[in-house]
């Protein structure tokens, strides 16, 4: 069953990664494959719980994989998608963007 989406894309994107915790994810896993673990200490002051709830919800939404290695301790390893990766672009025109603020009001 699909979801029924916005009208304006605009707003579908940010229905997609409106959580500052989605955002920095993305931006962690366009370097690659990473475990919850790294994912954690990198964005920082996520909670554990925050974090699996946001690594759930990008998983339903189709923008990564979560991959479970049947060992002891469990691993478990989080990668974007392809439309998890096609993202790069509107996190490289945020970054932008943010320089520019950051240099305008220094």
């Known amino acids: 069953m699909k979801k029924e989406l916005p009208a304006c894309p605009v707003e579908t994107t ?7 915790w989605k955002v920095l994810i993305i ?14 200490k990198s964005i920082g002051t996520v909670s554990q719980k ?10 339903e939404s ?8 049947a ?3 469990p ?3 989080y990668t974007l998608t392809e439309t998890g990766y096609s993202l790069k672009t ?4 945020m ?8 240099q305008k009001t220094q």
């Open 50 to 59: 925050v974090l699996t709830s946001n690594l759930r919800s990008m998983e």
């Open 95 to 102: 970054a932008m963007w943010g320089t520019e603020y950051k």
């Open 27 to 40: 931006r962690d896993l366009l370097g690659g494959t990473k475990r919850f673990g790294e994912l954690k």
């Open 90 to 93: 509107v996190l490289d025109a």
């Open 71 to 73: 060992e002891v301790p």
């Open 14 to 20: 940010l229905m997609l990664i409106s959580d500052r």
């Open 75 to 77: 691993r478990v390893e």
């Open 62 to 69: 189709g923008l990564l994989t979560r991959k479970v290695y």
